[in-house]
């Protein structure tokens, strides 16, 4: 099935830096949402987005919603070490609760001390 | 957010035999939910969509009869695999959709299969 692109596909950075990813798609979402998975467990909502220009905050999570509806961004200020997992963008391109999300390939956050 | 939970969270089985995953939405009602199977270093891949009251959809290239989706209640859904194979050993993860439009989906905890 169709994935969404993410960049990067990892990234390994020291504790205290910002972080930032995006998610790219050839087709337009309506809703876009961005989870966090830990090895072993199943995916964790961070943030989700629901309208064209959006910019929505969770703590030190910020996430946009791009005008084109084809991407979205996850920015991560002052990362600690137990930001390190796997970080999943995912789409909906139709609301109701039958339509089904698309998911991007993940970008894998490595912290160093 | 909204409580999704999966059993078991780990299922050895031998080869042939089937094997059942539950997945309950635990303070809210779902007339659909997600199934979907993970490979390690892999992004999830959506197996099927089951419907409560009807007949689960299945993606192209997922086999209805090995995948068996029964959307008994509208709190439980269950993926029986049957006559398991070790090359359906996977990790296998169940979501329902909640909030107003179905805009927010929440994930089970996974259920790891291993097919000896």
Redesign the interface.
């Known amino acids: 099935g169709q994935q969404l692109n993410q960049s990067p596909q990892s990234m390994f950075i020291q504790e205290g830096e910002d972080v930032s990813m995006n998610c790219t798609s050839s087709s337009i979402f309506n809703t876009w949402l961005w989870y966090k998975q830990d090895p072993g467990e199943g995916p964790v909502l961070l943030i989700a987005l629901y309208k064209a220009g959006e910019l929505t905050s969770n703590g030190r999570l910020t996430a946009q919603f791009g005008i084109t509806r084809k991407d979205s961004f996850l920015n991560i200020s002052a990362s600690i070490p137990s930001d390190v997992g796997i970080y999943f963008c995912a789409g909906k391109a139709y609301t109701g609760t039958a339509s089904k999300l698309t998911f991007g390939t993940g970008t894998r956050l490595q912290v160093t001390l | ?1 909204a409580v ?1 939970s ?1 059993h078991p969270s780990r299922v050895i089985c031998k080869s042939g035999t089937s094997v059942k995953i539950e997945c309950r939405s635990l303070d809210f009602q ?3 939910m ?1 199934w979907y199977r993970q490979f390690p270093k ?5 197996m099927a ?1 089951s ?1 409560e009251g009807s007949k689960a959809t299945y ?2 290239g997922v086999e209805k009869d090995k995948f068996l989706i029964n959307h008994a209640s509208l709190t439980l859904s269950t993926l029986t695999v049957t006559s398991a194979h070790p090359e359906d050993s996977s ?1 296998y ?1 169940c ?1 329902a ?3 107003t ?10 259920t ?1 299969l291993t097919v000896t």
């Open positions: 957010g999704v999966q779902a007339t659909t997600f892999q992004s999830l891949m959506l969509t419907n993606e192209q990790f993860i979501s959709p909640t909030g439009g179905g805009y927010e989906q929440y994930f089970g905890p996974g790891r």
